[in-house]
């Protein structure tokens, strides 16, 4: 590796702007790449951070359980609020998985090359993450075994799923989601498992990324087919972008309850699920390029553009917020005007109060480069985010139902143990996952991080 002089602060870590370390050429790139998969030994943390993880997978094993044995009861849902956290954190979880779909199909039709060093890892969570939000509504219809009644199979009696329905709309929307986005990340994981194949040296690993690599020999026939097969996943993935966090924004926008009905949530919705989705990237990307000595690679110029991004779909978010307040006042409907005064000054206020800071003052310090180039200010901001954008679903979905129409059937909203039991569960199943994939697949592209190499290295990577 070339030791010309680079920007590096007191600690060593890359500072520059390019997207890459210039130290580095091909073959460092490769092999520290793959290393990271390849390499015979397991970091301690690594276990550490996997026995973190398994009881709380260990606790959504039981609560899925004990949901299946006794039934939706033993939530806190009630006449109003039918639907409770079990409806929210699918909202959520569906938010986070939109940046990892964003980053791969949008920013690389439109070049963006620095989405190169994150889309892997962005891709990942999102297949996580939806997987994360498909059990909650499957569980919340209350007989999951029953599930593929919402299917348009044949049957005897020939009775269809109602296609009116946005529940059913969600169906399809979320299967196709993870469909196109679980081929898109393997699609694109290809190549770097033909790199895996030749260099692994234990028989079982090779056979094992043998069989994943599809015969990859990086022949110029099998680029011209991976290249088109890559670019019409993005073609396909770019409009489930906007139409998946559309259709899920129709499960509210449809109904007639004050606080749903409204035409801003589908652009509102999508916006707050990449808002969410580049705060997560951010919660995850920072702690393993630090771990992992990954500076050179997922560099300053990474973490301050997702911020951008972040502060300007934020913005979008304050504009749905403000839209939802004027069209309160400006409807003149003495129910949309009530629904934001509960809002705002009833019993669940401080929801309210608390989502605002997260979501709309917190991201302020983004305003400034040197906050926006500082990795613990960042992490510290995309952890508010998470929470505020957690918040906003329960004051959407609580808020709104707990006091309807008729003061008499008002009640409030108390998730019980399993409705936290379900929700921290998925949380650790998420970051077991993230565990395992970091551990046994390459979490940044070789061959897309190639070609954004500096022109000099690729010069002398040619000679």
């Known amino acids: 590796m070339s030791q010309e002089a680079v920007p590096l602060d007191k600690s060593g870590v890359y500072t520059g702007d390019e997207v890459v370390d210039r130290r580095y050429d091909n073959t460092s790139l490769t092999d520290k790449i793959s290393n990271l998969v390849l390499q015979r030994g397991t970091p301690l943390g690594w276990y550490v951070a996997v026995a973190i993880t398994l009881p709380f997978v260990g606790l959504l094993g039981v609560s899925v359980f004990w949901l299946v044995f006794k039934g939706t009861g033993i939530w806190g849902i009630n006449v109003p609020v039918g639907w409770g956290l079990a409806i929210l954190n699918f909202v959520w979880w569906i938010g986070i998985g939109h940046a990892g779909t964003l980053i791969s199909a949008i920013l690389f039709l439109m070049r963006q090359n620095w989405r190169n060093s994150i889309n892997r890892f962005a891709e990942a969570m999102t297949i996580f993450a939806v997987m994360c939000a498909g059990m909650f509504p499957l569980l919340h219809v209350g007989r999951p075994w029953l599930g593929y009644w919402l299917l348009p199979l044949p049957n005897t ?115 707050g699920a990449i808002y969410a989705g580049f705060a997560m990237v951010l919660t995850l990307t920072i702690p393993v390029r630090r771990i992992y000595g990954l500076e050179g690679l997922i560099t300053t110029r990474h973490l301050e553009n997702m911020a951008k991004v972040t502060l300007a779909t934020g913005f979008i978010v304050i504009y749905g917020y403000g839209m939802e307040a004027f069209i309160a006042w400006y409807s003149a409907s003495p129910y949309e005007g009530f629904m934001m005064l509960n809002r705002m000054t009833g019993p669940y206020a401080w929801t309210y109060w608390l989502l605002i800071f997260c979501n709309a003052i917190s991201i302020q310090v983004l305003w400034s480069k040197k906050m926006r180039r500082n990795p613990v200010v960042l992490f510290i901001i995309s952890l508010i985010v998470g929470v505020g954008m957690w918040l906003e679903r329960f004051v959407i979905v609580v808020t709104s139902l707990s006091r309807d129409y008729l003061p008499s059937s008002w009640d409030m909203y108390f998730p019980t143990i399993w409705d936290w039991g379900m929700y921290v569960g998925t949380i650790g199943f998420f970051m077991f996952m993230m565990l395992m994939f970091i551990r046994f697949l390459p979490i940044i592209p070789m061959s897309e991080m190639k070609l954004v190499l500096p022109k000099d290295k690729q010069k002398e990577g040619k000679a």
């Open 157 to 271: 009696m020939s009775l269809w799923p109602q296609f009116r329905s946005p529940l059913l709309w969600d169906v399809f929307a979320v299967s196709t989601y993870f469909t196109v986005s679980l081929l898109f990340w393997y699609i694109g994981m290809i190549p770097d498992f033909g790199t895996l194949r030749d260099r692994a040296q234990h028989p079982l690993v090779k056979k094992v990324f043998g069989v994943f690599s599809l015969g990859w020999r990086g022949a110029a026939s099998h680029w011209s087919r991976y290249e088109k097969a890559y670019l019409i996943l993005a073609g396909l993935s770019t409009p489930l972008v906007l139409s998946v966090h559309s259709i899920v924004s129709f499960d509210f926008a449809v109904s007639l309850v004050p606080g749903w009905h409204t035409t801003v949530f589908p652009p509102y919705f999508v916006a």
